[in-house]
């Protein structure tokens, strides 16, 4: 079964800190893998796909095929990125999204 | 407000009753998905559709579960006999078939069962 593990249920850091949100998927296929963000009391949006390649709100995800990984990096948090994160995958012939548990990120001032 | 709205947003029953909830996904939009989502987990896939046509259903849709969308533009979701465990956020969602399977997802209706 595709898996998707986010390890790390809160991570809280300073403002202008490194911030690094670990996603780890199994191996299967060709997964595309997304970050999903929900800020509070909004609804889940899209924040970044790993096929686009492109930085969202200074955001940027690489995909390590051979550490089968997909970490969210962004090299100054700010307090506006304090939000539920979630790692997400498709496969091949597949719509659904498997979605990791999240990663609750804190930004402090 | 065009984006994908969700019917009630919160719905509280007692075990053994019946329950529907209703999607609205964006216009244009041609496939619809309902997931669950617990506390403290990320999104469970349930079901999707395209048009008016289901064309995936998770082993989690057990045969209380039964989703459609009859005219291939809002969904309903009815649990049968609820229970405890039904508990959670049913979340919709919608996307284009030309797009990048990104999905625009609704505000969710938290189903309580007592």
């Known amino acids: 079964a595709q898996r998707v593990t986010q390890p790390e249920k809160l991570l809280s850091v300073f403002k202008g800190a490194p911030v690094e949100l670990k996603c780890n998927y199994s191996?299967?296929?060709?997964?595309?893998l997304f970050w999903y963000v929900q800020y509070s009391r909004q609804r889940l949006q899209l924040l970044l796909r790993h096929i686009s390649r492109e930085s969202i709100k200074g955001f940027t995800a690489d995909l390590n095929k051979g550490e089968t990984s997909f970490h969210l990096k962004k090299p100054f948090a700010q307090e506006e990125d304090s939000a539920m994160y979630y790692c997400a995958r498709t496969d091949t012939g597949r719509r659904a999204l498997t979605f990791g548990s999240g990663t609750r990120l804190q930004v402090q001032p | 407000d065009t984006g994908v709205s969700q019917d009630p947003r919160h719905k509280i029953t007692k075990r053994g009753q019946n329950v529907t909830f209703r999607c609205d996904p964006i216009?244009?939009?041609?496939?619809l998905y309902w997931y669950r989502q617990t506390l403290g987990q990320g999104p469970e896939f349930l079901t999707y559709?395209?048009?008016?046509?289901?064309?995936?259903k998770s082993r989690l849709l057990s045969d209380r579960f039964s989703a459609e969308r009859p005219k291939g533009s809002f969904s309903t979701l009815e649990i049968q006999r609820t229970e405890q465990g039904d508990s959670a956020m049913y979340l919709c969602?919608?996307?284009?078939?030309?797009?990048?399977?990104?999905?625009?997802f609704g505000p969710g209706t938290r189903l309580t069962v007592l």
């Open positions: 969602a919608s996307s284009l078939i030309l797009s990048s399977n990104e999905q625009f």
């Open positions: 559709f395209q048009n008016e046509a289901q064309l995936e």
């Open positions: 191996y299967s296929g060709s997964p595309e």
């Open positions: 216009s244009e939009h041609n496939r």
